[in-house]
Nanobody, 120 residues
Framework: QVHVVESGGGLVQTGGSLRLSCAASGSFFVINHMGWYRQAPGKQRELVALIDNGGNTNYAESVKGRFTISVGSAKKMVYLQMNSLKPEDTAVYYC??????????????WGQGTQVIVSS
């Protein structure tokens, strides 16, 4: 099995910054994508940012220019640097990873989520 665990959420004022981290562990052969989704109260879960194993990135329009996704050197970690935070960024942020296990099975792992609260 493959697991991902997030960390780094918290409370920040408008205009502040936070950095989320996510670590993948388990029996994976390759990770194809890692990324972040978020879900605000009363809203559907939405994509924030994705990165593939070639380094290609995809961002939600609402975070372009403010958030940056990156991976660690071992490519088992993914980070989300969030700058110029706004109250509408308040949500539970979920890390995700997909790829192939050492048993040659596809996996799609999700973390438990980390809360980000941006105060106005």
């Amino acid at each position: 099995q493959v697991h991902v665990v997030e960390s780094g959420g918290g409370l920040v004022q408008t205009g502040g910054s936070l950095r989320l981290s996510c670590a993948a562990s388990g029996s994976f052969f390759v990770i194809n994508h890692m990324g972040w989704y978020r879900q605000a109260p009363g809203k559907q879960r939405e994509l924030v940012a994705l990165i593939d194993n070639g380094g290609n990135t995809n961002y939600a329009e609402s975070v372009k220019g403010r958030f940056t996704i990156s991976v660690g050197s071992a490519k088992k970690m993914v980070y989300l640097q969030m700058n110029s935070l706004k109250p509408e960024d308040t949500a539970v942020y979920y890390c995700t990873a997909d790829g192939v296990t050492t048993s040659v099975r596809n996996f799609d792992a999700w973390g438990q989520g980390t809360q980000v609260i941006v105060s106005s």
